[in-house]
């Protein structure tokens, strides 16, 4: 071979390094590999009662499963014994059953057109669809799966006419056979890769509600914005997975056997719940502690993919804090067991943020969430927070998604001052920290513009965008607000009483107001109506605010003879100071708010105006010896409902100095520019 | 004078030196140059200052944003989304401002360097000429820079965090996080170097040949370089040796300064001044590198000179 000139051997070392490092990039992009999955150690029984005390709910709609897992395919095949008790007052000719699976079977499913096959920024594959496919239903014997009907405008809700109607407390056994094919997860259920995240899985009954006598089926299909709503009972289920793989479900395992098929049968049973999901990947581990609820031990388990492992510590200690915290605010956590499942990174999105009874799902492992910034504690509290606000207090999630959704968004906020102090709740890094309920109030834009109130049904809210706002961020900021009105302690005395109260029951808003009422002997309609049956918020600034020197009255008095005219030089200045503020709340909602004048010889004055059925605006006039210099509405950031709080606090004569020095920051990274790009 | 001689072979270690010496001999231009960069920089700064006074002198809620309030900041930037625009694009148009202003600056400095006048008159009186001189040329060599840019290292830059975004996405510690957006960026780094050394040896070189070569052209300076820099990549290390020296000292700074703010006046002054500091190291950093490129343009031969036949 020849020997290249000295410029060629270069420009060909060139071209080699470049093709190098593109290769060197092009091969980071690729995930690290885990290895063949293994045997795993045999599970031990819990060996847990599955409910603390005597049974909690009225156990309506009970569920023998016993299903096995085909990891390959990533389909469920099994069979399942529903008991079902009409506990209502009138006769039920008529069972509707969820297949919430088949919203994934096609892009024409209420579900997918509605999310355009998007969820929480996870898109569908279009590869892998997921359905349920119920090939028996027998009641009695008899097989009346070809009379089913799907009355709706997809497969997701499935109805059985009854030969014979099941009277007031009569139960009904009914025997489903059926596979369920997962999808590729993209919103809360399926599999990536080997990591099976299993939930809205098997045929379920609706619910009957309504006043005695006139129940109703509440059985809707399932909408990309609405989540679940069911009856308690008692779940028995068999699950068959690989040997390889780790299990994590709702309920105590109370048995484990191997099969000779390199499988594992494992049995779980589960009280007083109204769901059942299950996890199965064969590289998760498992971190265990326990949180002590009434002298009582609950072992809280984080599983987790090895590389997530310093995540995992984080999710259990906020799982740990957030079963102490809901327990001593609401009521005591009844079960023995909490399983976060911490998803691996690619399924985090999509699976990851999910809630069950007694299993949730977590996310937000990610390295720019550096510990003391909380994004990854605050979704668990948020999942297990869930466990009281729907897992026990039982609402209609589908219809009333505030109800779970805000109210616990409002507990998280604060559960997490509880768990880390309230001043750093949310951030404490690096010298800077925020609480969760200031972080939502600033975070939130335009929140009296969102054109439908906080208690809208989700599926008829303009966008998710506004659905997000209105049923997370402006409720957890109404029912904030109006704590501090009222009252934190007491406040939160009524939240418990209400969670006490309807604890394994199906409330609804208006139950919770009717709780809060009563409990804080006050008619709160003033409130309640416009913050959430209506579309506004607080909109609190200080329209006018003037200081001018007193002295006697100054001009022209009387007529004729006795005209006279009184100069500066006859009523000179006293030294004191008249001063005028006039504050106006131009929202919608009225809330009495702290009023504080700071005066130029460092003295305050705090005022109260009470909004309520005052005309919005108050004039505020008094006499100083020293000049008003600042205006402050709400100094302790109290109401929270409220739109654009910069103008809460004005200065009366303007002081640059901040802006100089934000210039002057602005200014040197100005130059680090100018230093990359010019001479 | 310079060390080089036309046809000697010299490494980074005396492109280094005669860096150095370029700015330890052109001190005071090394300071005229970064007085004109912090004096557009700071009237940038008041022009965005003033905007600010008007929006936010009677809100103290900026105060605490400015001085560290987490929720105050978030709040100001939320809920000022136009003026964070206004703000950036006040920013952009003070660095374009530099970016035509470098055209002449360059090339005086780069006349300067090649020229080694002796006395502060001589000195000013070179830097204008040569910047007056190649004005239009560095334009020339500038505008195929930014096209250059656009057409080759942005792409590059898009692929490689296409390549890495789910990591990015996915990243779990700051390694992971870190070492993908490196690795994303390097491909794009690497294209950048070459063509920012491309077009630094063709200013050298219409800075060097412009009193016998004044026919040379800003294209016929551009492939020239791109020959010469592909035959001698140490040019490009050279500017990565830069590049790398200018990140050195600010992540020095930027250890030093982590865990104090500097908020409040008293801070702000101290900071204005710390950070001038910075940026005065940083802009010796660059003429230094443009010394090194004169020495070693200085030890390429001339191109042929044009014969004009008269009668």
Same mark, same amino acid.
């Given at each position: 071979?020849g020997?290249?000139?000295?410029g ?6 060139l ?7 593109l290769a060197?990039t ?10 063949p999955p !293994?045997?795993?150690?045999m599970?031990v029984?819990d ?16 569920y023998?499963i ?6 390959v395919?990533?389909?469920?095949t ?10 209502g ?12 699976l ?5 892009d ?12 929480r920024?996870q ?6 669809w997921?359905?349920?496919d119920?090939?028996?239903?027998q ?7 070809p ?19 099941v009277?007031p407390g009569?139960?009904?056994e ?6 369920a094919q997962?999808?590729e997860?993209f919103? !809360? ?14 045929p379920?009954i ?5 006043p005695p ?6 059985c809707?299909?399932?909408h990309?914005?609405?989540?679940f709503?069911a ?19 709702t309920?105590v395992l ?9 499988t594992?049968?494992?049995?779980y049973?589960a ?5 059942f999901? &299950?996890?199965?990947?064969?590289y ?5 502690d326990?949180? *002590? ?8 388990r984080?599983y ?7 995540f ?13 915290s ?5 009521v005591?956590y009844?079960w ?5 499942i911490?998803p691996p990174?690619?399924?985090s999105?999509?699976?990851g943020?999910?809630?069950?009874? +007694?299993l ?14 909380r994004?990854p ?10 466990? &009281?606000?729907?897992g026990?207090?039982a609402?209609n999630?589908v219809e009333?998604?505030?109800l ?15 768990i ?6 949310l *951030? ?5 920290s ?15 513009k969102n054109?439908s109130?906080i208690?809208?049904?989700p599926?008829?809210? *303009? ?7 209105? +049923?997370?961020?402006k ?6 607000t109006?704590?501090?009105?009222v009252?934190?302690?007491a ?6 009483a209400y969670?006490?109260? &309807? ?17 804080l002997?006050?008619?709160l ?5 416009p913050a959430?049956y ?15 020197p ?7 008095f009387?007529?004729g003879?006795?005209?006279? +005219? *009184? +100069? ?19 929202g919608?909602?009225?809330v ?5 004048m ?5 003295t305050?004055?705090?005022e109260?105006?009470d909004?309520?059925?005052a005309?919005?605006?108050?004039r ?5 010896s ?10 302790d950031?109290k ?5 654009d709080f910069?103008?809460?606090?004005? !200065?009366?004569?303007?002081?640059p100095?901040?802006?100089y ?5 602005a200014?040197f ?9 010019g001479? | 004078?310079?060390a080089?001689?036309?046809?000697d ?6 492109m280094?030196? $005669?860096?150095?010496r ?11 140059l ?16 003033r ?5 936010f $002198?009677?809100r103290?809620?900026? =105060? =605490?944003?400015?001085?560290g309030d ?5 709040a ?19 660095v374009?401002?530099w970016?035509v202003?470098?055209?002449?600056l360059?090339g005086?400095?780069?006349?300067v ?5 002796r006395?502060?008159r #001589? ?19 500038g505008?195929?820079s930014?096209?250059a ?7 590059a ?8 975004? =789910?990591r ?5 510690t700051?390694? =992971? ?7 994303a960026?390097?491909?794009a780094?690497?294209?950048?170097a070459?063509?920012g ?7 050298a070189?219409l800075t ?6 004044d026919?040379?052209?800003a ?9 010469f820099?592909?035959?001698r990549?140490?040019?490009i ?7 790398l020296?200018?990140a050195a000292?600010?992540g020095v700074?930027?250890?030093a ?22 940026s005065l190291?940083?802009?010796?950093? #660059?003429?230094a590198v443009?010394?090194g ?8 031969p ?5 014969v004009? #036949?008269?009668?």
């Amino acid at each position: 071979m020849g020997r290249a000139p000295r410029g060629m051997h270069a420009a060909m070392s060139l071209a080699r390094f470049l093709a190098g490092t593109l290769a060197l990039t092009a091969v980071s992009a690729c995930s690290g590999n885990l290895g063949p999955p !293994r045997p795993q150690r045999m599970p031990v029984a819990d060996g847990k009662p599955a409910v603390v005390g005597a049974p909690r709910s009225p156990r309506i709609a009970n569920y023998k499963i016993d299903a096995k897992l085909d990891v390959v395919r990533h389909q469920v095949t099994a069979t399942e014994t529903l008991t079902w008790t009409n506990s209502g007052q009138s006769p039920v000719d008529t069972l509707p059953f969820h297949l919430y699976l088949n919203a994934f079977k096609n892009d024409a499913t209420v579900f997918m057109k509605e999310s355009r096959g998007e969820h929480r920024g996870q898109k569908a594959s279009p590869d892998a669809w997921g359905w349920i496919d119920v090939s028996s239903i027998q009641i009695a014997g008899a097989e009346v799966r070809p009379r089913g009907k799907f009355p709706g405008p997809d497969e997701t809700v499935l109805e059985v006419p009854l030969d014979a109607p099941v009277a007031p407390g009569q139960t009904i056994e009914v025997r489903f056979a059926f596979v369920a094919q997962l999808p590729e997860v993209f919103a !809360r259920t399926g599999f990536k890769g080997d990591f099976h995240m299993i939930g809205q899985w098997f045929p379920k009954i609706g619910v009957r509600v309504g006043p005695p006598g006139a129940e109703t089926w509440r059985c809707e299909p399932f909408h990309v914005l609405t989540e679940f709503f069911a009856d308690f009972g008692v779940y028995d289920v068999t699950l068959t997975v690989p040997d390889t793989h780790v299990v994590a479900a709702t309920g105590v395992l109370t048995a484990a056997v191997d099969n000779p098929d390199a499988t594992r049968t494992l049995t779980y049973h589960a009280e007083d719940v109204h769901d059942f999901a &299950w996890m199965a990947d064969p590289y998760m581990e498992v971190i265990s502690d326990t949180a *002590v609820v009434d002298g009582r031990q609950i072992e809280v388990r984080v599983y987790h993919r090895p590389a997530q492992r310093e995540f995992a510590r984080r999710h259990l200690v906020a799982g740990i804090g957030s079963i102490e915290s809901f327990s001593k605010l609401f009521v005591p956590y009844p079960w023995p067991i909490m399983s976060v499942i911490d998803p691996p990174p690619d399924a985090s999105g999509s699976a990851g943020g999910m809630e069950y009874p +007694t299993l949730v799902t977590t996310a937000a492992d990610h390295a720019g969430f550096r510990p003391g910034v909380r994004l990854p504690e605050f979704v668990t509290i948020h999942e297990i927070g869930h466990n &009281w606000f729907q897992g026990i207090l039982a609402s209609n999630e589908v219809e009333e998604a505030w109800l779970d959704e805000g109210v616990n968004e409002w507990a998280d906020g604060v559960v997490m001052g509880m768990i880390y102090g309230e001043r750093g709740s949310l *951030v404490d890094w690096d010298g800077w920290s925020a609480d969760y309920f200031h972080v939502a109030r600033a975070a939130m834009k335009d929140l009296g513009k969102n054109p439908s109130p906080i208690a809208t049904v989700p599926w008829k809210f *303009v966008d998710p965008a506004a659905y997000s706002q209105a +049923t997370y961020e402006k409720t957890a900021l109404a029912l904030r607000t109006l704590g501090n009105v009222v009252g934190r302690d007491a406040f939160d005395a009524a939240m418990k009483a209400y969670a006490r109260e &309807w604890a394994f029951r199906h409330p609804t808003g208006r139950d919770l107001f009717a709780v809060l009422e009563r409990e804080l002997a006050q008619d709160l309609s003033w409130f309640i109506g416009p913050a959430f049956y209506g579309t506004g918020v607080a909109d609190l600034s200080v329209r006018d605010s003037e200081c001018r020197p007193k002295h006697e009255a100054r001009g022209v008095f009387g007529d004729g003879t006795a005209r006279k +005219t *009184v +100069t500066e030089r006859d009523a000179p200045d006293t030294g004191a100071w008249v001063c005028e503020v006039v504050v106006v709340n131009s929202g919608t909602v009225p809330v009495p708010v702290d009023v504080e004048m700071h005066f130029a010889d460092g003295t305050r004055q705090r005022e109260t105006w009470d909004d309520r059925g005052a005309g919005h605006w108050h004039r505020f006039e008094f006499e100083r010896s020293s000049p008003l210099v600042e205006v402050e509405l709400d100094p302790d950031g109290k109401v929270l409902l409220t739109d654009d709080f910069l103008d809460d606090q004005i !200065r009366l004569h303007g002081d640059p100095a901040a802006s100089y020095r934000a210039g002057a920051r602005a200014a040197f990274w100005t130059q680090t520019l100018m230093q990359g790009f010019g001479l | 004078m310079s060390a080089a001689r036309k046809g000697d072979l010299i490494g980074l270690g005396a492109m280094a030196s $005669a860096g150095f010496r370029a700015v330890s001999e052109y001190t005071g231009m090394v300071l005229g140059l970064f007085a004109v960069q912090a004096v557009m920089a700071l009237g940038a700064g008041l022009v965005i200052a003033r905007l600010l006074a008007a929006v936010f $002198a009677t809100r103290p809620v900026f =105060d =605490d944003a400015v001085d560290g309030d987490l929720v105050a900041l978030f709040a100001v930037v939320r809920n000022a989304d136009i003026l964070g625009a206004a703000t950036l694009w006040i920013a952009v148009g003070a660095v374009l401002t530099w970016v035509v202003l470098s055209w002449f600056l360059g090339g005086g400095a780069l006349a300067v360097l090649t020229e080694r006048p002796r006395g502060r008159r #001589e000195t000013a009186r070179c830097f204008g000429a040569g910047g007056a001189g190649t004005y239009f040329a560095f334009l020339r060599i500038g505008l195929a820079s930014g096209i250059a840019h656009v057409a080759l290292v942005l792409p590059a830059a898009i692929v490689g965090v296409s390549a890495v975004a =789910d990591r990015l996405e996915r990243a779990l510690t700051l390694m =992971d996080l870190l070492g993908s957006m490196v690795l994303a960026l390097l491909p794009a780094a690497l294209l950048a170097a070459i063509i920012g050394a491309v077009m630094d040896y063709a200013r050298a070189e219409l800075t060097l040949r412009r009193p016998t070569h004044d026919h040379l052209g800003a294209a016929h300076a551009i492939s020239r370089a791109l020959v010469f820099v592909v035959r001698r990549p140490v040019a490009i290390g050279h500017v990565l040796l830069g590049w790398l020296a200018a990140a050195a000292v600010t992540g020095v700074y930027g250890w030093a300064a982590h865990g104090h703010p500097m908020y409040g006046p008293g801070g702000a002054v101290a900071l204005l001044v710390i950070r001038q500091g910075l940026s005065l190291v940083r802009m010796a950093i #660059e003429v230094a590198v443009l010394g090194g490129q004169v020495e070693l343009g200085q030890t390429r031969p001339p191109p042929p000179r044009r014969v004009v #036949e008269s009668d």
